[in-house]
């Protein structure tokens, strides 16, 4: 049996589209949604981010503002410019690219993003709304993942979904979001022992690794009919790669993602949602969890 490609892109236009309605609603009222974008030193990979970003962006409507600044930007500096954009009105979210460079504390300038305006979701504020189950603003690339199965309609209740991540952007949240839906979950990572075995237990596995040539997500790691969301990039061979070994994974899988056009375009949309919900709140308007 072969498992169904669960199609990224696809799902991303249909968040896309009702976002698009949704800009449109607000701007009928005045509002113009706006999301202030902040580049700091000259990693290429990250300003092609913050580039594909704005574009989607302009796609649906929403104002961009771009803050690109130099590698030797301060600490001092940075938490001005997000201090400013805190108060700007007419900015309703603030995407502080990451990494960082060296010199830069992520947790001190994350911590200074007004809460309302976090469109990634990771000021301590809302990563504790998260783990309380009351967040409105969610990290993109997890609330991207749990669009996933809802548009499926891939139950989770009781399911054993191993995570492999436990960074702040993905694993974390990812845990906390699965819980909500009555997930059995484990988070693994890299002094997990037996991964292997763990995997093979699971009902769903995560796998957001990223680095192909230490790690990949093989055939033999997954049960039958288990549902695998391939959330690692990496270049294999000069090409984009995820962790999961897909043509073979897909024979063994009930639903599987690729790489390219799984879980990327899904993290993307998400900050557009998450853009226009900030402006919402913003403007005092209910928004829907
Ligand atoms: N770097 C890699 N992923 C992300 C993300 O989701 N948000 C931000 N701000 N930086 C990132």
Known sequence: MTGQKIDGIAVANSVKDRVRAAVAELKKEGIEPCLAT?????????????TSKQKDCAEVGIATKDHRLPQTFSQKELESLIDLLNNDNTVHGILVQLPLPKQLD??????????????????????????????????????????LFDFYKIDISGKHVV????????????????????????????????LKSLCLGADIVVSAVGNRSRFTLTQDMV?????????????????????????????????????????????RAMLLKNTVTATSISKGIGTQR
């Not at 902040?38 to 990693?43: I, N, P, S």
């Not at 305006?117 to 967040?135: E, H, I």
């Open 223 to 267: 049960k039958e009919g288990a549902v695998v969301i391939d959330v690692g990039t990496s270049r294999l061979d000069g090409k984009l790669a995820g962790d999961v070994d897909y043509d073979n994974v897909i024979k063994k899988a009930s639903y599987a993602t690729p790489v390219p056009g799984g879980v990327g375009p899904m993290t």
């Open 38 to 50: 902040v580049l700091v030193g000259d990693d290429q990979a990250s300003a092609s981010y913050v």
């Open 163 to 194: 995570i492999i991540n436990r960074s702040n952007l993905v694993g974390k949240p990812l845990y906390h979001l699965m819980l909500e839906k009555n997930a059995t979950v484990t988070t693994c990572h890299s002094k997990t022992r037996d």
């Open 106 to 147: 992520e947790f001190g300038v994350i911590t200074k993003i007004s809460p309302i305006k976090d469109v990634d979701g990771l000021t301590p504020y809302n990563m504790g709304l998260l783990a309380s189950g009351r967040a409105l603003l969610k990290p993109c690339t997890p609330s991207g993942i749990m669009e």
